[in-house]
T-cell receptor, first 113, second 114 residues
Framework: SQELEQSPQSLIVQEGKNLTINCTSSKTLYGLYWYKQKYGEGLIFLMMLQKGGEEKSHEKITAKLDEKKQQSSLHITASQPSHAGIYLCGAGLFYNQGGKLIFGQGTELSVKP | NAGVTQTPKFRILKIGQSMTLQCTQDMNHNYMYWYRQDPGMGLKLIYYSVGAGITDKGEVPNGYNVSRSTTEDFPLRLELAAPSQTSVYFC?????????????FGPGTRLTVT
């Protein structure tokens, strides 16, 4: 099983709707990173969360970290076709060990116009 | 800054052939990484390096080799290509910080082994 589980694995929403993607770790988190990947391209950094209870927003995307639950959520408000892609969470599970990250399996988001 | 660059973008190999995937970063990052991405499996770490001359294995190192002779370059070598190595390969780099460790990714190399 994955050390970092994302849910759902895929999501289809109507444009304008809100959505949430979850990322849950089976181990203690040392930093949580959200990336977006467009089809056939590399990963684009979205946000980094380092402390329990931390919440960050960028445009219509908000990410939260619940360190006690070892979980992070990514929320998109009023989705647009430009939000479509694969969202991946990455976590540092080994403090300062070469900065290694473990990644979830990704959530594929489609937004219907 | 070009960031992280990877070559080639696409490659088809025959079983048993060898090749080197190139990765270069111009951000003076100490840490560099190689991942492979398979459908529905996220990213798996192959090898990583914390500085020139220092490399270590990740989760899935078998069938690969790396070297890090300079800060900028981190090539990944496949010696005897196998169909199981068909994947998309990403190189990434980061500063050598503690918990704040945003990784910058290259555009990827799509490799098919037949």
């Amino acid at each position: 099983s994955q050390e970092l589980e994302q849910s759902p694995q895929s999501l289809i929403v109507q444009e304008g709707k809100n959505l949430t993607i979850n990322c849950t770790s089976s181990k203690t988190l040392y930093g949580l990173y959200w990336y977006k990947q467009k089809y056939g391209e590399g990963l684009i950094f979205l946000m980094m969360l380092q402390k329990g209870g931390e919440e960050k927003s960028h445009e219509k995307i908000t990410a939260k970290l619940d360190e006690k639950k070892q979980q992070s959520s990514l929320h998109i408000t009023a989705s647009q076709p430009s939000h479509a892609g694969i969202y991946l969470c990455g976590a540092g599970l080994f403090y300062n060990q070469g900065g290694k990250l473990i990644f979830g399996q990704g959530t594929e988001l489609s937004v219907k116009p | 800054n070009a960031g992280v660059t990877q070559t080639p973008k696409f490659r088809i190999l025959k079983i048993g052939q060898s090749m080197t995937l190139q990765c270069t970063q111009d951000m003076n990052h100490n840490y560099m990484y190689w991942y492979r991405q398979d459908p529905g499996m996220g990213l798996k770490l192959i090898y990583y390096s914390v500085g020139a001359g220092i490399t270590d294995k990740g989760e899935v190192p078998n069938g690969y080799n790396v070297s890090r002779s300079t800060t900028e370059d981190f090539p990944l070598r496949l010696e005897l290509a196998a169909p199981s190595q068909t994947s998309v390969y990403f190189c990434a780099s980061s500063y050598s910080t503690g918990r704040g460790n945003e990784q910058y990714f290259g555009p990827g190399t799509r490799l098919t082994v037949t």
